[in-house]
């Protein structure tokens, strides 16, 4: 729908918006794919920081239309420090002044611990009372009884109740049911 380098280029505020925002190797442009069922609605690449823009993508669904929102990744991007620091501002506006954000669904590695990047954003997006979901990725690499043990140690590491962290994969679709339920009925706070 849009693509935007600037606040400047951010398209007029319209329908509910869901943000997806984690580090640069986490599957935010496949968890996109899989939760809309469609293979290239945002694009992938195995070298991480492909997403350098925000994008907009107009999801209609029988409950509604959705405004899903591709941020860039942080972290990992194989893209200059500068260009990176360019980023933080760009994501902050948007997060910080977008009046039809409804929540912010943060991606997280099911088999990495919490880094300082997502403790700060997860505390940043509370000071705001913007609500947010976790959605825990790549969920299909573990074995479900270890996957399990992994989601209840993230969880507790957060403080996070239990609809708040939803394993998924965009693999195998672990999850997007339950994703979708929590993005449908507003259930982001962490």
Sequence with gaps: MAAAA?????????EPEVAFLGRSNVGKSSLLNRLVGRRALARTSSSPGKTRLLHWYRIERSSGETWLVDLPGYGYA?????????????IESYLDGRITLRTAVLLQDLRRDWGEDERLLLEWLTERR????????????LKPM???????????EIGASTAAVIATSATSGIGMAELWRAIDEGRGSV
């Design 78 to 90: 194989k893209v200059s420090r500068s260009e990176r620091a360019r980023w933080r501002p760009l």
């Design 146 to 156: 270890r996957r399990a043990q992994r989601v209840k140690v993230l969880r507790g």
């Design 6 to 14: 600037s606040p400047a280029q951010f398209p007029e505020p319209g």
């Design 130 to 141: 913007i609500p947010a979901l976790v959605a825990l990725t790549k969920s299909d690499k």
